[in-house]
């Protein structure tokens, strides 16, 4: 069964600091990876996606990712963080060989903290 | 600007009430999703459905069933709430899974 894991459950960083968030897969197959990003109270937004193509994705808000096939990670980064970034973070993982229905599968969440 | 919305932020229910929560797309989607957000779990799919009166369970069905009369709307039902199903509650549709999913703001549940 596919998976997706979240390395770091919390992440702390100062302000204008370049932030990086792991996410990690298990999937022999071809996949689509996604990052959302929850802000306290609010449902989830989606940050960006890999579908195919250049392996560097980026996305809204600055942020970046880089899917790595023989590493089976998606991780997100952004070289300066601001304090609006401050959110959980979520990788998703979809394995495309079921039809337009199919579940995407989540991770656990990277709470990202930003220190002035 | 498109939406998904959870008729409810807040909602507090005694044990044993039947719960309903609502959710509303405008964006025509054939696809919806319920989940649930609990610390340290991620989200955890409880129902979808990809077309009008179909459904499916996800991950975590047991105490939960769903209604889905008309495209736009997706319920789900708590039979018979119970306190170890305090959580938050998302909904989400999609056109297809490559444009990833639209998630409403949530309806957290407390049951006492």
């Known amino acids: 069964a596919q998976s997706v894991t979240q390395l770091d459950s919390q992440v702390p960083v100062f302000e204008e600091a370049p932030v990086e968030l792991r996410c990690n897969y298990s999937s022999s197959v071809s996949v689509y990876l996604f990052w959302y990003v929850q802000y306290p109270n609010q449902g989830l937004q989606l940050l960006l996606k890999?579908?195919?193509?250049?392996?560097l994705v980026k996305g809204i808000n600055g942020f970046e990712a880089e899917f790595n096939k023989s590493q089976t990670s998606f991780h997100l980064r952004k070289p300066s963080v601001h304090i609006s970034d401050t959110a959980e973070y979520f990788c998703a993982v979809y394995r495309g060989l079921w039809s337009s229905a199919s579940k995407i599968i989540f991770g656990s969440g990277t709470r990202l903290s930003i220190r002035p | 600007d498109v939406k998904v919305t959870q008729s409810s932020r807040y909602l507090v229910k005694r044990t044993g009430e039947k719960v309903f929560l609502e959710c509303v797309q405008d964006?025509?989607?054939?696809?919806m999703f319920w989940y649930r957000q609990d610390p340290g779990l991620g989200l955890r799919l409880i129902y979808f459905s990809y077309d009008v009166k179909m459904k499916e369970k996800g991950d975590i069905p047991e105490g939960y069933s769903v209604s889905r009369e008309k495209k736009e709307r997706f319920s789900l039902i708590l039979e018979s709430a119970s306190t170890n199903q305090t959580s938050m509650y998302l909904c989400a549709s999609s056109s297809g899974t490559e444009h990833g999913y639209t998630f409403g703001s949530g309806t957290r549940l407390t049951v006492v």
């Open positions: 890999y579908l195919s193509g250049s392996t």
């Open positions: 964006m025509d989607h054939e696809n």
